[in-house]
């Protein structure tokens, strides 16, 4: 599978998941701003995002995924 299929397969599952578009989360993505996204998920969601984003070791593994490797190179991070 592409890196392109993983990573629409990926915010698919993601915006299912938190009732979030694929276009806002590829802006938020592009952007770095998440909290316009926070604002549309349930409480618990917003808790469990934000508990990733802020433990560094959480987020460290977060970002080892091959999905989220997959995710960065396609918006240029690598």
Do not use: H, R
């Not at 802006?27 to 984003?53: D, F, M, R, W, Y």
């Amino acid at each position: 599978m592409s890196d392109n299929k993983k990573v629409n397969k990926l915010l698919g599952e993601v915006s299912k998941k938190y009732g979030i578009s694929k276009e806002q989360l590829e802006s938020a993505a592009q952007s770095g701003n998440i909290e316009n996204l926070l604002k549309n998920t349930n409480p618990n969601q917003s808790k469990q995002i934000e508990s990733v984003l802020s433990d560094p070791e959480k987020a460290k593994k977060l970002l080892q995924s091959p999905q989220a490797q997959a995710l960065m190179k396609l918006l240029g991070g690598e």
